[in-house]
């Protein structure tokens, strides 16, 4: 059974229990509406030694910093403040002082920096790796959120940042060039969580949500979620080192991803620039049809083979 | 660094930390006040394959059960309704298929019985052993929160349950006897979710807590939370087959510990037998003082080197 099997799985079977109110699974977070017209919304990760992180090949204070930023990016692409988590870590013999230490540290640091509280966890040991599990939970008005469900025919596409950084990042490390600018954005993802709660406020941001997986993959989620298609103009894209293949199949940018209606794309553009100093980058717009994207170069349709990052 | 020095170096480091209205950390559960006059509260375990349990000796279904039971218990002895879990899976080759599939089905069958809903989660490969975080929700009126904090000198103390079977029943798997009831109550825990809530309902219950590490250890951080001491009449100790270190030393039991002003201690009693058609155990009291057990047998104090289960 993948990844995805066992989701499934557990998505049947747990088909008929009553949710108390908490919405259904498939975006970033999960969202519960509590009182006074607002959500607590939350989200979970999982890292594991050997398989997400090499010990020796990660130091952990910027372990710390990429396992909380990932669950904060999630928080912000539903539109919602991130205010608390919670962490559980599992550490084998030889990691239990100076690597925890530093782990903590770097959590402790972007959780300084972004005003998020620590809120609960748990320790233990383990008989092989590092395991580490990091809890999310955002807060704000029940109006405010997002969902990947949300695009309408006719909405304008933006991310809100240049892609591709991270996966050249990558390629950098794997050829043993550990420290050029973009090996330094892999190692040290920054969630957009300003950012985030900025669109929450702007009603005519529809449908929103975290590029992990690249732009090819995490756009066909939003589309098949909200039933419709995309032209992406592959012109627009803007691509660190104008390498539009890392740009819109590398994962781990941690960018958002957001439809607008086209009649305010203007004003939201000249906001954002206004409010963050940055551009946000117009890619393309909502059609009718089927969870496809199509990718557009010089006004005709492309054919590449662009496929997502797959984490597992 | 121990469990415990990690936890003080993050509480350290996050001392200064926003907390958002979250309540401090140092109960089964963290609360955060929402809405309505009502709380959220999250509460997070790991376990982990060779310290936590052995794949080879514990039954998928068993573990799932285990795995959530634990982290209910924990919501209900802050008096509140566990409503909804998220879990994280790490699953090394061999164990995503029929192993994988057992422990949700365990999972699965127990948030049905106590009409939990699965509400988030992440699953990923591993290298080596399996890696469980299960997170558990409780949802309720801020009034009917019960903290270890809050016991009064002169409270009775209770326990909702026998004692010791869960350790008797270690005792037999690590003796061979892996059949007997005991093995049984070691394998299956039941958390006290309706007898949580019904003490969240009843003013008189002051301060409460589960029993996961022995009455001996886990009385003592009541104490210490609460500023006070305790005598306890060990003729009163409800052990199982008579056996009092197991019901002191023990783990693993998670009956609920409480307590009640004593002027309401005949009538809790009463309700509580009324409503759930088993005895409340009344053991002893809470006294002014430092935070000590005065084990009083016969009415003489006696000095057993009665300590608490490590899980660690």
Known sequence: MTEFGLIEFAARLFADADRHGWEAIGDDCTVLPVGGGEVIALTTDMLVEGVHFLRDATAPQQLGRKALAVNLSDVAAMG????????????????????????IEGYSELSHREGVALVGGDTTSSEHGIAINVVAIGRGAAGHV????????????????????????????????????????????????????????????????????????????????????????????????????????????????????PEAAVALSRDFRARFGRELYRVGRIIAGNPRIRWIERGAEIHPDWHGFMHF
Chains 1, 2 share one sequence.
């Open 80 to 103: 919602l403040q991130p205010v608390a988590t919670l962490l559980s870590v599992a550490l084998p013999r030889g990691a239990e002082d100076g690597w925890a230490r530093g782990f």
């Open 146 to 261: 997002k969902r990947r469900s949300a695009a309408h025919t006719g909405d304008m596409i933006f991310v809100a940042g240049e892609l591709g950084a991270s996966a050249l990042g990558l390629a950098d490390i794997l050829a043993g060039r550990t420290d050029t600018p973009y090996a330094a954005v892999h190692r040290n993802p920054e969630a957009q969580t300003a950012e985030g709660v900025w669109f929450g406020g702007r009603g005519e941001v529809h449908a929103m949500m975290d590029l992990s997986d690249g732009l090819a993959s995490d756009l066909l989620h939003m589309l098949r979620a909200s039933s419709c298609g995309a032209e992406i103009d592959v012109g627009t894209i803007p691509a660190v080192g104008g390498d539009v293949r890392a740009a819109v199949c590398g994962g781990e940018d941690y960018k958002l991803l957001l439809t607008a209606a």
